[in-house]
T-cell receptor, first 113, second 110 residues
Framework: SAVISQKPSRDICQRGTSLTIQCQVD?????MFWYRQQPGQSLTLIAT?????????ESGFVIDKFPISRPNLTFSTLTVSNMSPEDSSIYLC??????????FGQGTRLTVV | RKEVEQDPGPFNVPEGATVAFNCTYS??????FFWYRQDCRKEPKLLMS???SGNEDGRFTAQLNRASQYISLLIRDSKLSDSATYLC???????????FGAGTTVTVRA
């Protein structure tokens, strides 16, 4: 299994600013992912964080808006850039050990005002 | 068509009752299946993996029907603590990305 620490757990930000969310895994993992979850809805994959190379983004998400870093096999960051109220959501970091189940961080509850 | 579809519920059941619900998936090449539990304002946590032969974990039973492309979850002897949203999660063999259903909400009342 893997334990994931994600921070911050919540933040209230001004529109036009950026927020960087950090995700630390207690062991080396194959895959790391970033999701967004709107209230009452399921998880939407933003991107796959690739170690040592550019992240792979899903349709509707772009690097300029959601830059992602993954410098090693245990750490990743997601930045939400030039925020607007529409970016208010819960952002979740996830990791997988191969083709096994996914583990999640505690989530970051973002409110943009 | 969504990759993974679930009955959103809510399923409101009394303590001790049995509740069951399904999830359908669109991609016949899907290979791994999971049920996750998500409590309000918390992250999803693995409840159980779903195996081809079906599997049981205490009061929880999961079944997979590949022919009809659905999986099911049955909860026996419901407890108040079973109140949560249950997410159906599907994975294709050659793709590490997981597809999530929208969740089925279960509320167990005293």
């Amino acid at each position: 299994s893997a334990v994931i620490s994600q921070k911050p757990s919540r933040d209230i930000c001004q529109r036009g600013t950026s927020l960087t969310i950090q995700c630390q895994v207690d062991s080396q993992v194959t895959m790391m992912f970033w999701y967004r979850q709107q209230p009452g809805q399921s998880l939407t994959l933003i991107a796959t964080a690739n170690q040592g190379s550019e992240a792979t983004y899903e349709s509707g998400f772009v690097i300029d808006k959601f830059p992602i870093s993954r410098p090693n096999l245990t750490f990743s960051t997601l930045t939400v850039s030039n925020m607007s109220p529409e970016d208010s959501s819960i952002y979740l970091c996830s990791a997988r050990l191969g083709n096994t189940e996914a583990f999640f961080g505690q989530g970051t509850r973002l409110t943009v005002v | 068509r969504k990759e993974v579809e679930q009955d959103p519920g809510p399923f409101n059941v009394p303590e001790g009752a049995t509740v069951a619900f399904n999830c359908t998936y669109s991609n016949s090449a899907s290979q791994s299946f999971f049920w996750y539990r998500q409590d309000c304002r918390k992250e999803p946590k693995l409840l159980m993996s779903v195996y081809s032969s079906g599997n049981e974990d205490g009061r929880f039973t999961a079944q997979l029907n590949r022919a009809s492309q659905y999986i099911s979850l049955l909860i026996r002897d419901s407890k108040l603590s079973d109140s949560a949203t249950y997410l159906c999660v599907v994975n294709m063999l050659d793709d590490y990305k997981l597809s999530f259903g929208a969740g089925t909400t279960v509320t167990v009342r005293a």
